[in-house]
Structures are given as structure tokens and as C-alpha cells.
């Protein structure tokens, strides 16, 4: 069983950036483990931002490509997510998440096993 934390956010100004963090709280991120980014306003579903593949491909959420970069940092056990040019609309709980197992199609909120309690992120105007 591996818990994940988040942590890095915060409130910032439309145009700012923040960096969010995942580590592991108990159990570890192993090397082979997909993980993701996913993120859920109020009203809204969860829906999938970015994600990592073992080999370092990722794949983003149109709403947030360019913007957006995600990482992992295998020594560490930690994933991060650079969020710039933040939008009001970025306005939401972000979730770390992780998998042992490949994943056909990485923004799916269903082919995940692992998830962080998230971090909430608000960007005013």
C-alpha cells in the first residue's frame, strides 16, 4: 500500500506560477510506477492534467499544455508538477496519483490505485 502526500499549493495571481510536490508517506514510488496529476473544482468531476510514464513520456490535458510541465524525480521518490501562467480557471484540489501496472490511457481517472488527499490550488485575478 503506498500513501501519497502533495503539498506546494497555495493562492497566487492569474499569471503566477506554483510547483507541486508528491512523495510517498508510507510505502514507496518504485521506478515503473505511472503517475499523474489530476485535479477536481467544485461542481466538476476529477479530471485528468498531466501524467508520467516509467520512460518519461508524459501526456497533458489540452487546457494545459504549454503551461504545465510534469516530473519525477526517481532518486527522490517524488513527482512534481510546474504549473505557469496560471489561470483562474486552474482554480481547483489537485491530486497526486500513481500506479504499479501500464496504462493505456494515462488521464483516466479509473486506471489509477494510488491517490494523495490533494492540495488545493487558487488563482485569484
Known amino acids: 500500500q503506498v500513501q501519497l502526500v502533495e503539498s506546494g499549493g497555495g493562492s497566487v495571481q492569474a499569471g503566477g506560477s506554483l510547483r507541486l510536490s508528491c512523495a510517498a508517506a508510507s510505502g514507496r514510488i518504485y521506478d515503473n510506477y505511472y503517475m499523474g496529476w489530476f485535479r477536481q473544482a467544485p461542481g466538476n468531476e476529477r479530471e485528468g492534467v498531466a501524467a508520467i510514464a516509467p520512460d518519461g513520456s508524459t501526456k497533458y490535458a489540452d487546457s494545459v499544455k504549454g503551461r504545465f510541465t510534469i516530473s519525477r524525480d526517481n532518486g527522490l521518490n517524488t513527482l512534481y508538477l510546474q504549473m505557469n501562467s496560471l489561470k483562474v480557471e486552474d482554480t481547483a484540489i489537485y491530486y497526486c496519483?500513481?500506479?504499479?501496472?501500464?496504462?493505456?490511457?494515462?488521464?483516466?481517472?479509473?486506471?489509477?490505485?494510488?491517490w494523495g488527499r490533494g492540495t488545493q490550488v487558487t488563482v485569484s485575478s
Open positions: 496519483t500513481a500506479n504499479p501496472t501500464h496504462i493505456l490511457f494515462p488521464l483516466y481517472r479509473r486506471a489509477y490505485t494510488y
